[in-house]
């Protein structure tokens, strides 16, 4: 005797070897034994034998007409022997039985499942509402299977054009132009990015990795929505002195300028104003609220996208021939030896005479000339007394690093600035500490520096960036030490050498400066009472938030400036056609082109003193994972010094092209990028808007 039974939602046939009470030991033709309960077996038949039985059964249940066979059916329930005699004309055999079972059991969408052997036909409208819905499925696939065939032809169908950046970076998953490219890219064994830019989806590297960033950071767009700018106040005193700014010719957010005005008998009055959008913009107003889901202007090579409005800009900014609002911090020096006998902020408009451009004077204002009082340039008096007040600034510095511990700045770094026209690059060499940039930064500090301390001396918290005070947990050593924290209390940065640094000087590009500067001018304004009329109180439960969500945006920020300061590195390899390069050797695997600040790990080079040149030669790059082949071909033997400083910078953007490398080839799980959240070690501001205010410990210029 043989039975055809069900066994986990599969109907077999085997042979009966016994029966015991209500269970069966059946053996199945590969050998194997089951035992059956007895109300799983839907058929005892003797012939024929259980494999000819499934064969023959499968093969008639594909010419059974269900839809026939749902009328023969009727609206109530039944068991498939009674459906038998109806559909075949009397009571079925085995083979007919067994095919009657597979044909039901297969389609669900005709007949519901009872129960072991049982049905019931599905309602009339439910089964037109399924077919309809299978119909369309199949059309669908049809559909998604010549979307296949066209991307495998590396042509995008036309119904996925509109659709390619969110594909990549916000994809529905259940959409058939998602399943469509995941099987292409499956096919084809080529990332949904490669495939792209094949297709011509994405024009070029650099616009996928733009779009990768804004897709994360900026969903809503770039834009800013249609708001009323805030009017300027016309009851502010009139500063009487004529003020210079010194920024970058890319620079248009201009937020820090100078003056200097002899007091007679050896005094010197330097002021430091600071454009005062926080005269216009209130806690919680709409402007605010921009600025804060922001939190900062974001750089990149030949283009940024600003924190605030334009409009807002153009009429805070310190332009030339113009009369801004601005928070000025006046400190009288004694010239004898540049010390501060006193310092005063004042909340003021301040004419401004000249925006003073690096590309005009780094090669006039040098340390020759400035020695020899040589060169003819705009300012030159003002400029000669502030640089020799920043040196003296600079070796307090010094000298209170030192009380910390630290070790000595470096002070032959080189910086890049970037220039992009037209999709050509210009990568510009400047030397770290030039005159210029150490008068910006030293005076930058003081300031950041002093308005920490007065919000710290008046009790109002602040937002402050602290160096060195207390790694966190593993992160012991020289880069635990290093590390930059944010708090809302004033606390010593052992980098930079002072006892507090509150970020107060680039309000119109950096949130935590607007802040800041509400904090300061309520000390100004209000003395003893500011800790009840500030617009942040202490342990104000939202400076906290601020804190995370700037931290979290800032990092964000620089990671992406960083990836395309690396992508601008490649494409200039290519406009220069540069094959054989001079690198330096920062530590082990890890060389930085001399000519170029790219980064290039070169694992199982051999072991190589650091701070010696070497000769490159680039094998390939890719501009889409960022990365670069290279090989040994000399070593040149120069030495160059190389700080610890340089060396985490270094380390840090090989950890970020290795990222890369797996990150922008990937079909996004769920529409997110990632981004490193690693930050560098130091804290002055850059005189270049291309830079990235990363935390050097050789302070910047703003």
Known sequence: MNLFFEESGDFKAGSMMSQAGEAYQVELASGKRSK???????????????????????????????????EVAGQEEFGFAELGAEYFGHAPQPVEAASLIFALHSAPVYFYKKGRGRYKAAPEASLKAALAGIEKK???????????????????????????LQLLFKPDKNTI????????????????????LATGGIR???????????????????????????????????ADVQAFSIDDVTTTEIDDAFSVVDLGDGKLRVGIHIAAPALGVARGDAIDQLARARMSTVYMPGDKITMLPDELVDTYTLGAGQTRPALSLYATLDTADWAVISTETKVEAVPMASNLRHNDLDALVTEENLANDAGDYPHK?????????????????????????????????????????????????????????????????FANSTWGKLMADHGIPGI???????????????????????????????????????????PLRRYTDLVNQWQIIACVQHGVTAPLVAPFKPKDADLFAIVSGFDAAYSAYNDFQTNMERYWCLRWLEQEQARQVDAVVLKDEILRLVEIPLVIRLPGMPQTARGAQVRLD???????????????????GTVTEIGEDEVLEAEMDAELENALEHAVDALPDDGSAANGNQEAVSDADSSSNNSSDSDNIQPQAE
């Open 36 to 70: 059956i309960k007895a109300k799983d077996v839907l058929l005892q038949f003797a012939a024929p034998d259980p494999v000819t039985l499934i064969e023959q059964a499968r093969a008639a249940a594909a010419d059974i007409d269900l839809e026939f066979l749902w």
């Open 138 to 164: 199949k059309q669908q696939l049809l559909i998604q299977a010549g979307y296949v065939e066209e991307l495998k032809q590396h042509r995008l169908p036309e119904t996925m054009k509109p659709l390619a």
């Open 177 to 196: 132009e998602y399943k469509a490219l995941a099987e292409a890219c499956d096919a084809l064994q080529m990332s949904a990015s490669r495939l792209m």
């Open 381 to 445: 008096a003002e400029i000669a007394q502030i640089w020799k007040w920043a040196l003296v600034l600079e070796q307090g510095r010094m000298a209170k690093r030192e009380s910390f511990g630290m070790k000595p700045e470096q002070t032959n770094r080189v910086d890049f600035n970037f220039y992009v026209e037209d999709d050509v690059v210009s990568i510009v060499r400047r030397k770290r500490g030039a005159p210029l940039d150490k008068m910006v930064a030293e005076l930058m500090i």
């Open 618 to 636: 680039i094998l390939r790059w890719d501009e889409v994972d960022l990365s670069v082949e290279a090989r040994i071909l000399e070593v040149l």
């Open 464 to 506: 402050y960036r602290a160096q060195g005070v207390a790694g966190g947990r593993g992160q012991g050593g020289w880069a635990g030490r290093m590390q930059v924290r944010m708090l809302t209390h004033a606390a010593p940065h052992q980098g930079l050498g002072v006892d507090q640094y509150a970020w107060s000087t680039s």
């Open 204 to 238: 070029s590297p650099k616009e996928l990795h733009l779009a990768k960033f804004y897709f994360e950071h900026f969903p809503k767009g770039l834009g800013f929505p249609a708001i009323t700018i805030p009017a300027l106040p016309t009851d502010l005193p009139v």
